[in-house]
């Protein structure tokens, strides 16, 4: 399967960059997970779609666990069904332990996203069929403190080679699942998502782009209801109907 393939070689160059401190441990689960998410890719990811959505990049408690993007170990075990080895990472964060889907924590970002899709659409399948979900950057960056690290906040001179390769990447991606949009999940991925394929055509029409809010608890809005802004913000795109 294509993705796959785009999703190894990723893997295998994002394995082959370094970062320095403040970033202490980096951790791909494209590579301890790859069994889940390679099962995510081959159940889910047969094309074309309407729309991709972008997340930025894993959590700890979500695809850092699961190798899913958002992936709330509920929502994966249970929802979508997948099943697969997760091993522990070379390089494991003492305060942030992958233990795969028995990890005891749940993502809220992930229950909120993969929450809203099985309330609003049913069995996965039926989300699936129209959409599917990508991160930009496969990579976890975690502090000393255990602090999660975003990409946006690496030095440039780290930032420049791990973009190209992402970017290289969701190309790649686009011209094998042929969405209509690119949604960011949040405004980081938004930008990038337009960086990476500006001037990209699918089916001889001009790729489009928007924006939903991030689920993140981080974020004062998505506390006040995240699935009902979002499902607003996906309607005034044309992505759902009222």
């Not at 960056?141 to 906040?153: A, C, I, Q, V, Y």
């Not at 960086?195 to 981080?218: N, Q």
Request: net charge positive.
């Amino acid at each position: 399967m294509q993705l796959v393939d785009i999703a190894a070689r990723l893997r295998d160059e994002v394995d082959a960059l370094t970062f320095r401190a403040p970033v202490t441990h980096v951790l791909n689960p494209l590579g301890y997970a790859w069994p889940l998410h390679r099962a995510y890719l081959e159940r889910f990811g047969s094309g074309p779609k309407q729309a991709v959505f972008l997340g930025m990049n894993p959590g700890p408690w979500g695809m850092a666990q699961t190798g899913v993007p958002f992936g709330e170990v509920a929502a994966v075990r249970d929802w979508m069904g997948l099943a697969g080895a997760v091993r522990r990472p070379a390089h494991e964060h003492p305060k942030r332990p992958i233990t795969g889907l028995s990890c005891p924590r749940s993502e809220v970002s992930g229950r909120r996203l993969w929450g809203w899709a099985a309330q609003r659409f049913g069995p996965p399948e039926e989300f699936f069929s129209r959409f599917f979900v990508l991160n930009y950057c496969p990579l976890l960056f975690l502090e000393e403190s255990g602090r999660n690290r975003t990409p946006d906040k690496l030095p440039a001179a780290e930032r420049a080679p791990l973009e190209d390769a992402c970017d290289r990447a969701l190309r790649e991606q686009v011209a094998i699942l042929r969405p209509r949009f690119v949604i960011g999940v949040g405004a980081w991925a938004e930008k990038r998502a337009r960086a990476a394929l500006a001037g990209v055509e699918v089916d001889g029409e001009p790729l489009r782009f928007g924006r939903i809010l991030h689920p993140s608890p981080a974020s004062p809005a998505a506390n006040r209801g995240w699935a009902p802004q979002a499902e607003a913000q996906l309607v005034a795109l044309g992505l759902l109907d009222e």
